[in-house]
């Protein structure tokens, strides 16, 4: 198991029942695939340095999870196609963790 980051930008018209739907779906990708979710941080709402899709503020979440590298292409395939996701990170933080 790795252990992974994945830092999402949320549209800020997105009710808030409508992120936490998300994010229960990503989580579920990531327990399906045999993941550990570690940690679902809600930056909230902020400013962006540029426009994205005509918007100039965004909602930001970072998910730490630990998983097999192939969950990664899934967890990624999944967030493409989710509708209110405007960019996405993902950055491998350790090589081997042991999950308890």
């Given at each position: 198991?790795?252990?992974?980051?994945?830092?999402?930008?949320?549209?800020?018209?997105?009710?808030?029942e409508?992120?936490?739907?998300?994010?229960?779906?990503?989580?579920?990708v990531?327990?399906?695939?045999?993941?550990?979710?570690?940690?679902?941080?809600?930056?909230?709402?902020?400013?962006?340095?540029?426009?994205?899709?005509?918007?100039?503020?965004?909602?930001?979440?970072?998910?730490?999870?630990?998983?097999?590298?192939?969950?990664?292409?899934?967890?990624?395939?999944?967030?493409?196609?989710?509708?209110?996701?405007?960019?996405?990170?993902?950055?491998?933080?350790?090589?081997?963790?042991?999950?308890?």
């Amino acid at each position: 198991m790795r252990k992974f980051e994945t830092l999402l930008l949320l549209s800020p018209e997105l009710s808030a029942e409508t992120r936490e739907g998300i994010l229960t779906a990503l989580t579920g990708v990531v327990e399906r695939e045999k993941g550990d979710m570690e940690e679902v941080d809600h930056w909230g709402m902020r400013d962006l340095a540029y426009p994205v899709r005509k918007q100039m503020r965004g909602y930001y979440v970072r998910l730490v999870y630990n998983a097999p590298a192939q969950l990664v292409a899934e967890l990624e395939r999944n967030i493409r196609i989710t509708d209110g996701i405007f960019k996405f990170v993902t950055v491998k933080l350790a090589d081997e963790v042991e999950v308890a």
